[in-house]
């Protein structure tokens, strides 16, 4: 009796996690003609001579691309190399660092928690991470030593702030500003990844300690507000962010290659961070990241502003539960309205232009429409450290994915080109 009490027990508490089924069942992406779904394969041709001359050209090492319409994937293509040292060809299942295109599906696990109400978005941070209360805005820094005086700020963090990095956050190693950076350095914050022996927790209580760039809510300032909220969703949902994105959401939905630390039998399709030195391409070294990651290392680090990998059909799939409103294969991830809520101008007149952010998306405008080659007003989109990029259109219902993997390089065009001639593709 004791041992069927201990199974009920754990079936009970598997239910409330698990992802609500929906009255709508979208298929699972799959691939079909061109034609099928308006897609003209002439112009397909094309698209792909442009990647194919990029290669011959020296432009790119490798790269893996992805043009998905109505749920069909009408183009997916591997080229050139994964690896410089050993030449290996790139596959289409091959796996890329995603870098900060890891911020979207963090902030899908933050609204997955919100429609649960668990939180309002307005909810000062400090509420579920005290160690955020009274926070401090830089006012004079010394460099000579990296001492420096603050002065409060004039609010809370939010955890909309967060979201939409006005939280006055800055982000280290690649901040705007020298005096942060420093700042930054000297209290040992991890920024991207890392392979040593450290949480996301220790990490975030060690940045909640430093002063902030501006006043919350007053500037956009690119920041690890996304590694925050990776921390407060272990908090508010009592599981490791690894293992709530696993159970939560990468299995629902069939995203079986995204990890933020590979399993032993896929770390072999891990493409190699590539740097062009003298003519030609090279492997990356070891400078302020370990380019072994994510197959060394103590794997406790969950950045949720830039750790995880994945391959372009896994990053499909999540695009394409957002364009079927929430919904892939009969599980509701998100409600349609929720997916409205973030699509929307989250930070106002800090931004403007070709797009306006949302809830950690670009989101292309009436303006960006009429600059052309971005997508229809709603588009929304981002893009990774390593040269991954994304843009997913809800009226067209159409995505386009770029994967490559280098860094420190110049010259290379066929993200632009990419993006404009993927919506030249449509023919009906």
């Known amino acids: 009796m004791k041992k069927i009490l201990i199974i009920f027990f754990i079936f009970t508490a598997n239910l409330g996690f698990a992802q609500t089924p929906s009255l709508k069942k979208s298929p699972p992406l799959s691939e079909g003609q061109p034609q099928s779904v308006g897609i003209s394969p002439d112009r397909l041709k094309k698209l792909d001579a442009m990647l194919e001359e990029s290669i011959k ?11 998905a319409r109505n749920g069909k994937i009408v183009y997916h293509t591997a080229k050139g190399s994964a690896d410089a040292s050993s030449g290996k060809a790139m596959d289409k299942d091959a796996i890329f660092r995603i870098a900060s295109q890891t911020k979207a599906i963090t902030s899908t696990a933050v609204m997955m928690l919100w429609e649960e109400g668990k939180f309002r978005l307005d909810d000062p941070i400090s509420k579920y991470i005290p160690e955020f209360k009274n926070p401090q ?23 909309r702030h967060l979201l939409t990095h006005t939280s006055g956050l800055g982000y280290g190693v690649i901040d705007g500003d020298e005096k942060m950076k420093m700042i930054y350095q000297k209290a040992g914050i991890i920024d991207l990844y890392t392979t040593e022996n450290i949480s996301i927790g220790d990490n975030i209580k060690k940045l909640a300690k430093l002063p902030l760039h501006h006043h919350p809510g007053e500037k956009y300032t690119y920041s690890e507000g996304l590694d925050v909220l990776g921390y407060l969703i272990e908090i508010v949902s009592g599981m490791p962010f690894d293992q709530f994105l696993r159970t939560r959401f990468f299995d629902p939905l069939g995203m079986n290659d995204t990890w933020f630390y590979l399993p032993d039998d896929k770390s072999s399709r891990l493409v190699k961070v590539q740097r ?24 406790r680090f969950f950045s949720g502003g830039a750790g995880l990998s994945s391959t372009a059909k896994d990053y499909a799939t999540f695009l394409q539960m957002y364009l079927n409103g929430g919904e892939l294969n009969g599980v509701r991830i998100l409600s349609r309205s929720t997916i409205e809520t973030m699509m929307k101008n989250q930070v106002g007149d800090l931004w ?5 952010y949302g809830l950690a998306f670009g989101v292309v405008t009436e303006n960006g429409v009429a600059e052309g080659g971005i997508g229809s007003e709603g588009t929304f989109d981002w893009g990774g450290y390593f040269n991954t990029q994304y843009f997913a259109d809800p009226k067209e219902k159409i995505i386009g994915i770029l994967m490559k993997q280098t860094s420190q390089t110049s010259g290379d065009q066929t993200g632009w080109k990419f993006r404009q001639m993927v919506f030249t593709l449509l023919d009906d």
């Open 57 to 67: 050209n020296g432009e790119n090492p490798g790269l893996v691309a992805l043009v």
């Open 352 to 356: 403007n232009g070709a797009k306006h």
């Open 137 to 159: 805005v830089l006012q004079n820094f010394r460099y000579a030593d990296t001492s420096y005086t603050t002065i409060s700020a004039n609010k809370e963090i939010t955890i």
């Open 276 to 299: 062009k030195v003298d003519g030609k391409w090279e492997n990356f070294p070891v400078t302020f990241y370990d380019p072994q990651y994510p197959i060394t290392g103590a794997k």
